[in-house]
């Protein structure tokens, strides 16, 4: 595809996205920053109460659509991504942001635990990312931005599960970068350090949080507005010539 500029203030006026785990935390700040550049939103998430979150993000219904979805199912998979397609016609962008952390020590993690974490933080991306594409495909490409983590990068303690899945996308991230790429789909991951979403905030309270900081060059950990800016880059007509990529955004923690 030939390189047709871009909107210098990276708009997405009319175009639809797909935010799983959009209710709060990183999902919720890109669908308030989505909605500002432009965008049509629906947002899945598996919180009954996503219907009324939506409406207070943006109360014109006409630019919102909401699902309740276990994304760990192809139903409902399914049902998100036909939503979408009923309610707009189309889905130019997906954002797989939807994930657990369920931590314990490795000589003590559980089947369940493993389990749980493959299925909601990569199983469900790649299908999902699967289903969008074959859409994408048909209405001429789109883009594809994976939430990944610092985690897959580095070892954290206590996080063995959550280490492999985040690894995990990343790479997967980079094989459908390559397989998609000549439908004019572009997918990348971001990979951000401790974000203070309220479960960050009370995860890495107090002592814990001090002594991770310390590990970091800016001395701070991550606001979601700021990877929301960094997802909303690479969902634009600004990126299009990044594929496959993993953009990390952790004030320097892992350049050490």
């Known amino acids: 595809m030939e390189f047709a500029g871009f909107d210098k203030s990276f708009g997405l006026t009319n175009r639809v996205c797909l935010v799983t785990g959009g209710a709060a ?26 219907a009324a979150i939506a409406q207070e993000i943006c109360p014109d219904r006409d630019r919102v659509h909401t699902v309740v979805a276990d994304l760990t199912q192809s139903d409902d998979r399914d049902r998100a991504v036909e939503a979408g397609l009923e309610r707009f016609g189309r889905i130019d962008i997906l954002i797989n942001n939807a994930g657990i952390v369920l ?8 089947e369940d635990y493993w389990d749980r974490t493959m299925a909601i933080n990569l199983r469900a991306p790649f299908f999902l990312a699967q289903r969008v594409a074959r859409e994408m495909i048909k209405t001429g490409g789109g883009k594809i931005v994976n939430v990944a983590s610092q985690a897959g990068l580095i070892a954290l303690d206590k996080h063995a599960a959550y280490c492999a899945g985040k690894a ?19 997918i ?8 203070l979403t309220e479960l960050g905030r009370k995860a890495w309270a107090g002592e814990v949080g001090e002594q991770m900081k310390k590990k970091i060059p800016n001395g701070r950990f991550a606001y979601p507005e700021e990877i929301a800016a960094c997802a909303l880059f690479l969902a634009s007509d600004a990126a299009t010539m990044i594929n496959g990529e993993n953009l990390v955004i952790d004030g320097g923690y892992t350049i050490q």
Request: hydrophobic share 55%.
């Open 168 to 186: 995990a996308i990343i790479s997967m991230t980079k094989v459908l970068a390559l397989e998609w790429a000549r439908y004019n789909i572009q």
């Open 103 to 110: 931590l314990d020590d490795a000589l003590r993690l559980s």
């Open 188 to 195: 990348n991951a971001i990979s951000p350090t401790v974000v």
């Open 25 to 50: 935390g990183i999902g919720r700040a890109i669908a308030i920053l989505f909605l500002e550049k432009g965008a049509k939103l629906v947002l899945a998430d598996v919180n009954a109460t996503v």
